[in-house]
């Protein structure tokens, strides 16, 4: 369906994580996860033995379309937004975080 839409991937960091851009310009960026029964979840990493793990606390319901789905809360993207030099696309989003919900950012 993203193919049908003009979305090609653009990243392939398997099974860390993959882009879809399109060539207006969005993307999309997944980070696929393994949720554990008390919500907290695993991410696979570029180093097997080094996998991001995620609190259960950071996660809330956000809609992509009109499904419900669980994403990072505004707050913890914020914090991962923090530690390397940001591009005007990572400047761009964290505006897009304060506007849209009050989050405090470091840029």
Do not use: N
């Not at 979305?7 to 949720?35: C, K, M, N, Q």
């Not at 914020?78 to 990572?90: C, I, K, M, S, T």
């Amino acid at each position: 369906a993203l193919e049908a839409a003009g979305y090609a991937e653009t990243l392939d960091w398997r099974p860390a994580r993959f882009v879809l851009s399109h060539p207006d310009g969005p993307e999309i960026d997944l980070h696929p996860l393994e949720f554990a029964p008390d919500g907290s979840a695993t991410q696979s990493s570029l180093d097997p033995e080094r996998p991001f793990r995620y609190p259960a606390a950071c996660f809330v319901t956000g809609t992509l379309g009109t499904a419900a789905v669980r994403c990072l809360s505004a707050e913890q993207q914020a914090l991962f937004h923090q530690g390397y030099e940001p591009a005007e696309r990572d400047r761009a989003d964290m505006a897009r975080l304060r506007g849209k919900f009050g989050v405090r950012t470091h840029f």
